[in-house]
């Protein structure tokens, strides 16, 4: 049965160091401030919003929230995040995405300044990832995938990782990512040929494929590392990942889903918080 990475003891270790920096802010003067700004009432931003003000709290970030309903005009939204760019005591700023208009959602992307972007939505912030230089900040979640496989001494440099998934979220940002740390990345999706074949040839898997048991037995071979940063609900309703739960009987070490990566990201924009406010001063 393979080692379950648990995110847990990830976020503690995280939380712990930022509490002390935040502490030191406050000494200078300086609150570190986050904006959530928000369209809607969609289940899934309620319950990250929930653990991202949860997690501020305990570190000692101030939460300034900015609710819209669901029928907005495309200017209250620009406004709002102009009045975030313009407010010196806002560090960061957390968007949730996808708008209804993709548009706006353009818009609000290329408005937002990249200093105060912790969650890697503009063009600034994609920049600091592929080009190693910008104001921005790395997606959180795959900045959690990062953090967590440094925290269990998972070595990287040199490593043959491949990384299923493509998105600007995930699978592009995270893939750079590795590489910077001197992994050997192979980037795969649900399209490429022989999908098992290049999933076996790597010591670390990362499957962000966004679809319930896309990985299986058959991608998974003994001694691998894998972490599923997928999120998604199975026929009966339960949280379930990217990879299938019988590929945990053969590698060596897991992720679970829920209580994996997802555990890590709040942490990882807590710290992006806290990294734009020391930037400040």
């Not at 009432?41 to 653990?51: A, C, Q, T, V």
């Not at 290329?110 to 900040?137: M, W």
């Amino acid at each position: 049965m393979a080692e379950l990475m648990k995110g847990a003891p990830v976020a503690a270790a995280i939380t712990g160091q930022l509490i002390q920096r935040a502490e030191r802010l406050k000494e200078q003067g300086v609150v570190p401030t986050l904006a959530i700004v928000r369209v809607g009432e969609k289940p899934d931003d309620l319950s990250y919003e929930r653990g991202a003000c949860k997690r501020c709290e305990k570190v000692g970030i101030a939460v300034k929230q900015f609710i819209l309903p669901g029928e907005y005009q495309t200017q209250e939204l620009l406004d709002v995040i102009t009045q975030i760019n313009e407010d010196p005591s806002i560090h960061g700023c957390l968007m949730f995405r996808p708008l209804s208009c993709k548009e706006d959602e353009e818009k609000v992307c290329a408005l937002l300044s990249p200093a105060k972007d912790v969650d890697c939505i503009t063009a600034g912030s994609l920049a600091s990832v592929f080009a190693g230089s910008g104001e921005g900040f790395a997606p959180c979640t795959a900045q959690a995938v990062v953090a967590l496989l440094e925290h269990y001494q998972v070595p990287l440099s040199g490593a043959r990782v491949t990384v299923v998934g493509r998105s600007l979220v995930i699978g592009k940002p995270v893939s750079m990512m590795l590489q910077a740390k001197n992994a050997t990345v192979t980037m795969c999706h649900t399209r490429t040929k022989d999908l098992p074949a290049e999933c076996k040839r790597a010591e670390i898997l990362v499957a962000a494929a966004g679809k319930a048991g896309v990985i299986g037995c058959e991608h998974v071979t003994k001694g691998q590392i894998v972490v599923d940063v997928g999120i998604n609900v199975d026929a009966e309703g339960n949280l379930c990942g990217d990879v299938a739960g019988s590929a945990g009987d053969v590698v060596a070490a897991i992720t679970p889903v829920p209580g994996g990566v997802g555990t890590v990201t709040t942490s990882i924009l807590a710290q992006h918080v806290i990294e734009a406010a020391e930037k400040t001063i």
